[in-house]
């Protein structure tokens, strides 16, 4: 599923995209408390200073669902119980100076803080009226908090959605790679849960091929791409070409498009009106 080698020492991300009904809430909710309960805050954090767990969800149902896995462990078990300081509506306080925080997406609202880890629920599926791609303003705004705490890790783990955002991005970029920073792992619905139903799969690819693939077989939709479908868009681009040199008898045509928001990009070209014949 990572198509790779295992990584020798533990990474600062773990991306990992799975199909519908893998166990995902059960993943993210079980780490979530895992690092709390074993975090080491000697030579972290300041004196009165907390590091914080924080769990993103796509909503505040989604949010409510995943503090309930997460608050089940410390209430059914005594051991882990016995480190509980406070619980609040949304947070579980620790006695080793960290608070578990289950949150709805907001990039806003998860500034100031001191992160040990951050955990990103379905992020494929983050929505803001105000940004195009949610997700990676999100992901840029962790940024800061997880650098203050050494040894802190990001899990983005989702379905997979458009050819879009950060989880497309992390996986196109890592998937398969050694790259000592970052794991990326990609799998179907059974790879993660043999114990899924194949039946239901099997119906469900039958009624529509292109949703339920990208829900239970982790392929990215196709049917979602905005204006110019990326692949064909991907195959027209040359990598790596910074600056070309004007060709001799080429009359060449500059263009902009201008900002006209603040969700889209100001963009400029250069190119040629007609190529020389013979």
Same mark, same amino acid.
């Given at each position: 599923?990572?198509?790779?080698?295992?990584?020798?020492?533990?990474?600062?991300?773990?991306?990992?995209?799975?199909?519908?009904?893998?166990?995902?809430?059960?993943?993210?909710?079980?780490?979530?408390?895992?690092?709390?309960?074993?975090?080491?805050?000697?030579?972290?954090?300041?004196?009165?200073?907390?590091?914080?767990?924080?769990?993103?969800?796509?909503?505040?149902?989604?949010?409510?669902?995943?503090?309930? %896995?997460?608050?089940?462990?410390? &209430?059914?078990?005594? #051991? $882990? /119980?016995?480190?509980?300081?406070? +619980?609040?509506? =949304?947070?579980?306080?620790l006695?080793?100076?960290?608070?578990i925080?289950?949150?709805?997406?907001?990039?806003?609202?998860?500034?100031?803080?001191?992160?040990?880890?951050?955990?990103?629920?379905?992020?494929?599926?983050?929505?803001?009226?105000? %940004?195009a791609?949610?997700?990676? &303003?999100?992901?840029? #705004? $962790? /940024?800061?908090?997880?650098?203050? +705490?050494?040894? =802190?890790?990001?899990?983005?783990?989702?379905?997979?959605?458009?050819?879009n955002?950060?989880?497309?991005?992390?996986?196109?970029?890592?998937?398969?790679?050694?790259n000592s920073?970052?794991?990326?792992?990609?799998?179907?619905?059974?790879?993660?849960?043999?114990?899924?139903?194949?039946?239901?799969?099997?119906?469900?690819?039958?009624?529509?091929?292109?949703?339920?693939?990208?829900?239970?077989?982790?392929?990215?939709?196709?049917d979602?791409?905005?204006?110019?479908?990326?692949?064909?868009?991907?195959?027209?681009?040359?990598?790596?070409?910074?600056?070309?040199?004007?060709?001799?008898?080429?009359?060449?045509?500059?263009?902009?498009?201008?900002?006209?928001?603040?969700?889209?990009?100001f963009?400029?070209?250069?190119?040629?009106?007609?190529?020389?014949?013979?």
């Open positions: 599923m990572a198509a790779r080698q295992p990584p020798t020492e533990r990474v600062r991300e773990l991306v990992v995209a799975a199909g519908r009904g893998a166990g995902k809430d059960s993943i993210a909710s079980f780490l979530a408390a895992y690092i709390g309960i074993t975090f080491d805050p000697r030579g972290k954090l300041r004196p009165g200073e907390r590091a914080f767990i924080l769990c993103v969800a796509v909503d505040k149902a989604q949010a409510n669902i995943a503090f309930r %896995y997460i608050a089940g462990y410390f &209430e059914s078990i005594p #051991a $882990l /119980a016995s480190l509980v300081s406070n +619980v609040g509506p =949304s947070t579980i306080e006695r080793n100076g960290t608070t925080e289950v949150a709805a997406n907001n990039f806003r609202s998860v500034r100031g803080r001191s992160i040990a880890c951050a955990i990103l629920d379905e992020c494929a599926f983050f929505r803001d009226e105000s %940004y791609n949610p997700d990676v &303003e999100l992901y840029n #705004a $962790l /940024a800061p908090g997880l650098a203050r +705490v050494p040894g =802190s890790m990001l899990l983005a783990i989702s379905s997979v959605h458009k050819r955002g950060l989880l497309y991005q992390k996986i196109k970029a890592c998937h398969g790679k050694d920073s970052t794991l990326a792992v990609m799998g179907t619905t059974t790879d993660f849960n043999p114990s899924f139903d194949r039946q239901i799969i099997e119906q469900a690819l039958l009624e529509d091929p292109e949703r339920f693939g990208a829900e239970y077989l982790c392929r990215w939709r196709d979602l791409s905005t204006f110019i479908d990326r692949l064909l868009l991907g195959a027209a681009v040359d990598t790596g070409v910074i600056v070309r040199p004007p060709l001799a008898g080429v009359h060449y045509v500059g263009g902009c498009d201008a900002s006209g928001g603040r969700n889209d990009s963009t400029a070209a250069v190119i040629p009106e007609a190529l020389p014949v013979g």
